[in-house]
């Protein structure tokens, strides 16, 4: 079936550091999505995103993390600076359009920041 | 605000035994249930949603899940589990309007003893 693809799947940086998040989503998709998972804990809503703008971010998307996606390239996920608190599995989904459309996720990628 | 309550946090049952994983909901508009599955360490997977018309739901892999709106529910249901349907069940729910974003419960793991 389609698939996202999310590089990298494991980073680890020192805290302060930035880092850039990379979503390659389903071809045709139109709405992006990121979420924050903890070990262990739910999947909870970042922001999405729609025709080059934020539709809507939850508290979780603090003022030092942005996303884009330049023409026809990766979705990205930015977060400058690190926070300890940062570390946790990001996954990237898209879908076609229309509120009831499945979302398709990614594999995550695991953010350790020490 | 819409939220979603999953009540059991891990259930476990033999292969071949059935089982029922609760999600409760409450928003008071109208609303857009669905059921994804986390294998360990993957990305989510979509099972079945529910919008509209009959609210028994069929989903992949023998999957299924019943809308209530009087008790404010979407279990879903299996009635024979294989040992591969191991993993975490999240219940999502969005509101039919707005950026349609899901937002999802704390999750079921679900656990098929051989």
């Known amino acids: 079936g389609p698939k996202v693809l999310q590089i990298p799947s494991h980073q680890i940086i020192d805290m302060g550091q930035m880092v850039t998040l990379n979503c390659d989503p389903v071809?045709?998709?139109?709405?992006f999505y990121w979420y924050k998972q903890i070990l262990g804990q739910q999947m909870e809503f970042l922001v999405n995103f729609y025709n080059g703008k934020v539709m809507e971010k939850s508290k979780l998307f603090k003022d030092q993390f942005s996303v884009e996606r330049p023409d026809g390239s990766y979705f990205t996920l930015k977060i400058q600076p690190t926070a300890l608190e940062d570390s946790a599995v990001y996954f990237c989904a898209s879908r076609t359009g229309g509120g009831t459309g499945q979302l398709y996720f990614g594999e995550g990628s695991k953010l350790t920041v020490l | 605000t819409q939220t979603v309550s999953q009540s059991d946090a891990h259930v476990t049952v033999f292969e071949g035994d059935s089982v029922e994983l609760r999600c409760n909901y409450s928003?008071?508009?109208?609303?857009?249930l669905s059921w994804y599955i986390q294998h360990h360490g993957r990305g989510l997977q979509f099972l079945l949603k529910?919008?509209?018309?009959?609210?028994v739901v069929q989903g992949v892999n023998g999957f299924e899940a019943e809308f209530s709106k009087s008790d404010s529910s979407f279990h879903l249901r299996k009635a024979s589990v294989h040992w591969s349907d191991s993993a975490v069940y999240f219940c999502?729910?969005?509101?039919?309007?707005?950026?349609?974003?899901?937002?999802f419960g704390s999750g079921t793991q679900l656990t098929v003893m051989p």
């Open positions: 999502a729910v969005s509101a039919s309007s707005g950026s349609w974003q899901l937002i």
């Open positions: 071809s045709n998709h139109l709405y």
């Open positions: 928003y008071g508009g109208s609303i857009y």
């Open positions: 529910y919008y509209s018309g009959n609210p």
